[in-house]
């Protein structure tokens, strides 16, 4: 690892990260709350203008706005990039509830993990390049603001920003173990809707469709395409049905979640579960369903080179780490999937992420801050 100002920069900062991470933790920013997640932007925008430092706000409509920060290197030349989301699982009211909290070295609070601290790592790393004459190439923090619920806004400003890139960098929260992420799941979740007919179940049962019947019928059937040797997972986590124990019931609905762990897994899936939708489990009723998001895989390929990196940068700085599969679905597929280097899990270590006992290892903030820069310095 090349030693350099910008990590020595960094050394001293942990006292300006928390109180950064303190201002964007008690920003509520719900996914669905536009106005709240582009004011954690203008907080990260006001943090980072200066001198060598571009800012440019992509708008977007219903959700919250992106935001590119460029910091130009010392020549040209392909950037590396930088990655965070603003939104968090948490509505609205959340953070009045229970604000940002410090103890000791953790920290809790509404996306405290997941992932403002990274949004705080990332804001740190290019201030950090900016006040010590940049890298040789630009370095670019993209902060959007959908991810939590499957990006669909964020994704194509993602590939734009990310296309001709050298390498991605997703500061999502490293793990409890303390390592980065290497490959993640891909996978999309469905509405499903099954319409059948009401009947007094004492009068006249056999006019009814029982529509819960035939979704109970798909859901066993739709659960038995689990198959762990192969990494592929179905789950049904929301079901609703019903009237009355009188009253055949006329709709169920439920929400439907897949994982994959390769792009070839899904089209024969996908089939697969068409199937059961489309039959007519229960003589009278009918399925509709809707892809809700699709989540790309992130490969092991595409990260195996920055993942040597990042440990040897780690060691140097004094800290053992290790890449790691996981069930979960990021950005981070959308530009593994176009063949760019990119590793994941990189923002300080967190816990219980989108649970109210989330919580981030403030003594995690410095250090893998300084193995992000030596990372980009060095590439
Ligand atoms: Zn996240």
Redesign the pocket.
Known sequence: MAKHEAIDWLAPRRAGMEGLLETLVNIESFSYDKPGVDRVLDALAAFLSGPGVSLARIPVAGFGDALKVTVAGKGGGAPVLMMG?CDTVFPTGTVAKRPYRAAGDLAFGPGVA??KSGDVLIAFVLKALAETGGAPFPVIGLFTGD??IGSDAGRPIIEATAKGARAVLNM?PGRASGNVVSARKGGFWMKISVAGRAAHAGVNHAAGRNAMEALARKIVRLHALTDYESGITTNVGVVKSGIGHNTVPPLAEAEFDVRIVSEAQRAPIVAAIEEILKAEDVPGTATTWQMMSRRVPMAEETSRDLLARYRAAAAELGFAVDGEFTGGC?DSGFTSVMGIPTLCGLGPVGEKAHTEEEVCRLDTLVPRAQATAAVILGL
């Open positions: 989301h997941d992932m991810e939590e999502e990021a």
